[in-house]
């Protein structure tokens, strides 16, 4: 079964900020896919600011939610921006429900977390 | 069993099997009569409930057994009735004192499977019985609310 949905991570540059596009589930199955790229851009490549385009990502568990944790650590520690947008409902409620979502750095377009 | 058999599937610990029980719970639950929030919170449940068989029960092994089976519960006073989803694995004794999930005021990865389970369900019951691992989730419809 595997690869059947498999998750789709490509990475943009424009000037000082990546953005990750993210397509497909994220799940036990390839959450750690997520957590290699995010903390090898904010860790060795010390980008200023991170972006992760979540808008084709229909859902996110709770091993997810442990990456994108990782991520905003990793960028506090580095004094550096991390910032979802796009989120679906599912994503949007499981930040709620782990009490994450006014943590993270959250906007609905990418013209508005660009800003 | 003590309800009406909705489904029963079988599977092995595979993490890549994870999205196709999410696409059979999303069906299932809707057809059951959830509205769209309570279908994702029964689907988040049950995927999570997976999850920490995959990582906890079986530490990561792959080939494990798995079982799953909803079914129609009777209703309670105040509810419609009740979706029900039992869980078996084969994996170790679970201490009871590691079932109860993390306090969420502090910011760090991890332990939220149990709280997402907890928060999505209005039954979580957990036995172990004749050397399996039996996790009991129940989500019951709004009062009045039938398929």
Known sequence: MRGEKALQISARRIETTTIFDITGDIDLANSPEIRKALLKEIKESKTPRVVMNLVKVRYIDS???ASLVEGLKASRDAGTRFILFGLSPAAREVL?????LKI??????EEQALA | MSGDLLLKVELRSDPGMLCVVRAAMERLT????FTEPECRSVTRAVDEALTNIMRHSYAGQTDRPIEVLCQRVPKRRNTGDGFEVLLSDRGPAVDPAKLQGRRLDEIKPGGLGLHFIRQSMDVVEFKRERGSNLLRLIKYLQSGKQD
């Open chain 1, 63 to 65: 091993s997810g939610v």
């Open chain 2, 30 to 33: 809707e057809a059951f009569g």
């Open chain 1, 104 to 109: 993270f750095e959250v906007h609905d377009t």
């Open chain 1, 96 to 100: 709620q429900l782990s009490r994450l």
